[in-house]
């Protein structure tokens, strides 16, 4: 019988412990660069000595405690001891700044934070300069001589374990009401200043009961996930973190974005949790090798492409493979898919979720023809991340499923998203005018995003209100859908459409430069640099016929005039990408407005 009532996920950690003991929970990394093990037991200890520490340091039941730090085991360490003692943790990026960092502490009311590294303690420092009231800083990396008012994890582990109040940590957290608020989510937003955004505890559980609703058998079993994406974020921290300790399997944390590929091959997960950036950049890695592979693997290869789309029908609705296209396909699987899935550690993947952002049907389908079930969602940080979800027995490249057990999803007259159930935010903090604004008097979450539902609920998201081009002429276009066709060509890396208050749309592009430098040596294109390439003439007239090709069966208003291509591909550290990997379109338009008004001659 569970110790604890499953109302807060501290809760269902302590049931789950209690039931897995010492079968290994996590997997990381250590200074040795050997994967080392942590089971339930050893995590729960250090999350109830943690827990005990903060009790004894005056930390009370809705006090806000900071978390800023990269994707780590102690993460999960410091957030389960935070919220199984009733406080309200307040995760900050890891890649925000130390003014970012302040402004997330003072508007949240933090009165602790902990720091991941040396980087992320001198920044939280600099912000405590100017925040009177933020007490002590516990630094998860194990440093000698720690300044005043910090103190290392190691430490903090010890003097609660050397307490005698260790009853305090299960009378705290079974005083934990569901209704009480367990998180504020600051959102990345590429303008003003991030909302607080209020998950309370009946959020989390009502969400990872959701998601398992949705095909419990499929689910189920000894699985292994792998960590890469911020737990900042809702995507990683409700998929990725909450879900796997509801359903008793391990994580494996990646070392970085940069060494996934290596983190695939050696953990060789069986569920992935991504952004379809990953699922992007895996596709058009896998393109450009092929472009530059001999003739008769290229040959392989496409043969095996054309198996691929024609085993989605059997993929997609469940059905098994028959006749002589089930022979076909085995045989494709044995010469070309499980290599392939072997070279990139996917070879056990079971299902790969892809959230925060519509994933392009091409990169979807890519994945789904040589067997890999791809199943996409649909929610925000205000609804806890899963409104909606794929069915792994139908699916639908394009779609991100229906509506998750007791939720309404349906679209407002003017096409508006709008989301109702038990998973949808409190609140904004202390913004009772925005969060006015968000929700409804009936009680639905406006996402901005907008929609339509076909006849089996799967809902398909074709763009975003304020992301919205108005042309000179008066046309409304969806940037997104445009977008997602044009990466669909294998030289086309990134995209953001242009065309805001403007006569036509136009496009700045980011090449495929693998792909594009193997096309050009096929030509006897001379270039040493990227600079070379995107000015040359016989490089822009293939863009043109890829964007032509790519946007054919949009109507005359939405095509491509005019395009510009960059040499430096967008990212997080140089300012055009979300932490989640979204392209910032102010900051597109800020940063390359010479590049833009070149597109839009003066007349």
Not at 211 to 237: I, K, N, Y
Request: aromatic share 8%; charged share 25%.
């Amino acid at each position: 019988m569970a110790q604890f009532a499953e109302t807060s996920m501290g809760a269902i950690f302590q049931n789950r412990a209690r039931l897995y003991k010492d079968k290994t929970l996590v997997r990381f990394k250590n200074k040795h660069g050997l994967w080392e093990d942590i089971s339930w037991n050893t995590l729960n200890e250090m999350v109830r000595d943690l827990g005990i520490f903060l009790i004894n340091k005056g930390v009370q039941p809705s006090d806000k405690v900071a978390l800023f730090s990269p994707n780590r085991y102690e993460w999960w360490v410091a957030d389960l001891a935070i919220i199984s003692v009733g406080a309200v943790n307040v995760p900050i990026y890891a890649t925000n700044s130390a003014e970012e960092c302040r402004y997330i502490i003072d508007n949240s009311d933090a009165k602790k934070c902990f720091a991941g590294t040396k980087e992320h303690l001198e920044k939280t420092l600099k912000a405590k300069e100017k925040l009177p009231d933020l007490g002590d800083i516990v630094i998860l990396d194990d440093i000698e001589k720690p300044p005043t008012g910090v103190i290392t994890l190691k430490e903090a582990l010890k003097q609660g374990k050397a307490a005698t109040n260790k009853d305090e940590f299960d009378k705290r957290l079974k005083l934990i009401n569901i209704e009480d608020v367990a998180t504020i989510v600051y959102t990345s937003g590429t303008t003003g200043n991030p909302k607080g955004v209020m998950v309370t505890h009946k959020n989390f559980v009502s969400n990872v009961n959701q998601v398992q609703s949705v095909d419990p058998d499929f689910f189920s079993g000894d699985h292994t996930f792998l960590s890469f994406l911020p737990l900042a974020h809702g995507l990683e921290r409700t998929l990725g973190y909450y879900y796997p300790i509801f359903l008793g399997h391990n994580v494996a944390f990646a070392e970085s974005v940069d060494k996934l590929l290596e983190n695939f091959q050696e953990i060789r997960p069986t569920f992935l949790i991504s952004v379809p950036r990953i699922y992007e950049k895996v596709h058009s890695g896998v393109t450009a090798k092929v472009a530059v592979a001999p003739p008769l693997k290229k040959a392989m290869f496409n043969w095996a492409m054309r198996v691929a789309r024609g085993n989605l029908p059997y993929i997609c609705q469940n059905k098994p493979r028959k006749g002589l296209f089930a022979v076909k396909y085995n045989l494709a699987d044995k010469l070309v898919f499980s290599k392939l899935k072997v070279s990139l550690g996917l070879d056990k993947l079971h299902a790969a979720i892809s959230g925060g952002a519509p994933l392009s049907a091409s990169d979807a389908e890519f994945f789904l023809g040589m067997g890999i079930k791809v199943l996409e969602g649909f929610g925000l940080t205000e609804t806890t991340v899963v409104s909606t979800a794929t069915k792994p027995t139908l699916i639908k490249p394009g779609t991100v499923g229906p509506a998750v057990k007791d939720t309404i999803v349906k679209i407002g007259p003017d096409g508006e998203i709008l989301i109702k159930g038990p998973q949808v935010m409190k609140g904004y903090y202390k913004n009772e005018a925005a969060t006015k604004d968000a929700i409804t008097e009936d009680g639905f979450f406006q996402t901005g995003d907008i929609g339509e539902i076909d006849g089996d609920g799967y809902l398909k998201i074709t763009g975003r209100i304020k992301d919205i081009i108005v042309t000179s002429g008066g046309k409304n276009i969806s940037p997104q859908n445009i977008e997602n066709s044009l990466m669909a060509s294998a030289f086309i890396e990134q995209v953001a459409v242009i065309g805001d208050n403007r006569k036509y749309l136009s496009a700045l592009i980011v090449p495929s430069f693998i792909a594009l430098q193997s096309w050009a040596r096929e030509k006897n294109i001379t270039f040493s640099i990227p600079k070379d390439l995107i000015s040359n003439a016989e490089v822009l007239k293939l863009m043109e016929q890829e964007i032509a090709e790519q946007t054919k069966d949009y109507a005359r208003v939405a095509q491509i005039r005019k395009f510009k291509l960059l040499e430096k591909e967008w990212s997080q550290a140089t300012g055009e990408l979300t932490p989640t990997m979204k392209v910032k379109r102010k900051v597109i338009n800020q940063k390359y407005s010479n590049e833009i008004d070149s597109l839009y001659p003066a007349e």
